[in-house]
């Protein structure tokens, strides 16, 4: 088993920046790529960002692209999403994922996804 544990979310003002950080614990051997996703109240769970294992590849959504940046300390077993000028629509509950298979390209459904965090909550006010 792997666990997940996400930290980092908080308040923000619009323009502002955050980083999250997701630590990996457990047969953390066993996972490859990681992602973020985000639940806004009454919506979906939605693709935020991706990296690989080795972390030379990554992915965004069209949402996030440029001012978001996703990395990983493979030492440390942590992910990051590093979040500038945020806006009020990126207000939402935070999760890190890691999944078992390594496929080529990304993969940004969130059932590709064996392990999940508890998710951090971000509110950026206007």
Same mark, same amino acid.
């Given at each position: ?6 930290? #980092?979310?908080?308040? /923000?003002?619009?323009? !502002? ?9 457990? %047969?953390? $051997? ?35 692209? #440029?001012?978001?940046? /996703?990395?990983?300390? !493979? ?9 500038? %000028?945020? $806006? ?39």
């Amino acid at each position: 088993q792997v666990q997940l544990v996400e930290s #980092g979310g908080g308040l /923000v003002q619009a323009g !502002g920046s955050l980083r999250l950080s997701c630590e990996a614990s457990g %047969r953390t $051997r066993s996972v490859y790529p990681m992602a973020w996703f985000r639940q806004a109240p009454g919506k979906e769970r939605e693709f935020v960002a991706y990296i690989n294992w080795s972390g030379d590849y990554t992915d965004y959504a069209d949402s996030v692209k #440029g001012r978001f940046t /996703v990395s990983r300390d !493979g030492a440390k077993n942590t992910a990051y999403l590093q979040m500038s %000028r945020v $806006r009020p629509g990126d207000t939402a509950v935070y999760y890190c994922a890691a999944a078992v298979i390594q496929k080529p390209g990304s993969s940004i459904n969130a059932w590709e996804y064996d392990y999940w965090g508890q998710g951090t909550q971000v509110i950026v006010s206007s």
